[in-house]
Nanobody, 121 residues
Framework: QVQLVESGGGLVQTGGSLRLSCAAS????????MGWFRQAPGKEREFVAK????????YYADSVKGRFTISRDNAKNTVYLQMNSLKPEDTADYYC??????????????WGQGTQVTVSS
C-alpha cells in the first residue's frame, strides 16, 4: 500500500524558511513525478511544484518561483520542498503528491495527508 507522509510544517514569520519532507513507501517513485500542492482556507487546491522524475526537470507555480525549491532523494524515496522568503499568502495545508501527469489535481495518482504551514505577518 502506497503511503506519502509529510513533515516539516509549522509556524514561521514573514521572510522565514521551512523545509517540507515527504517520505514515500509502498513503491518506488524514482521514475515518476512527485510534487506538492497546497490549499489555503476557503480556496481551491493549487499546484506548487513538481519534479518529473528523480533528477529530472522541475516546474513551479509562478507564485513560488524563485522562492521555493523542490528536490528528491532517490535512495530515500523522499521529496523535499525548501521554502524561502515566506509570505502570509503562502499559508496553507501542503500536500505531497506522487505519480502526477500534469499540474492539475485531477492528474495526481497519490496524495499525502497534508502538513500545515502558517506564515505570520
Amino acid at each position: 500500500q502506497v503511503q506519502l507522509v509529510e513533515s516539516g510544517g509549522g509556524l514561521v514569520q514573514t521572510g522565514g524558511s521551512l523545509r517540507l519532507s515527504c517520505a514515500a513507501s509502498g513503491r518506488s517513485f524514482s521514475n515518476y513525478a512527485m510534487g506538492w500542492f497546497r490549499q489555503a482556507p476557503g480556496k481551491e487546491r493549487e499546484f506548487v511544484a513538481k519534479q518529473s522524475w528523480s533528477g529530472g526537470p522541475t516546474y513551479y507555480a509562478d507564485s513560488v518561483k524563485g522562492r521555493f525549491t523542490i528536490s528528491r532523494d532517490n535512495a530515500k524515496n523522499t521529496v523535499y520542498l525548501q521554502m524561502n522568503s515566506l509570505k502570509p499568502e503562502d499559508t496553507a495545508d501542503y500536500y505531497c503528491v506522487a505519480d502526477l501527469r500534469g499540474t492539475s489535481s485531477t492528474t495526481v495518482g497519490y496524495w499525502g495527508q497534508g502538513t500545515q504551514v502558517t506564515v505570520s505577518s
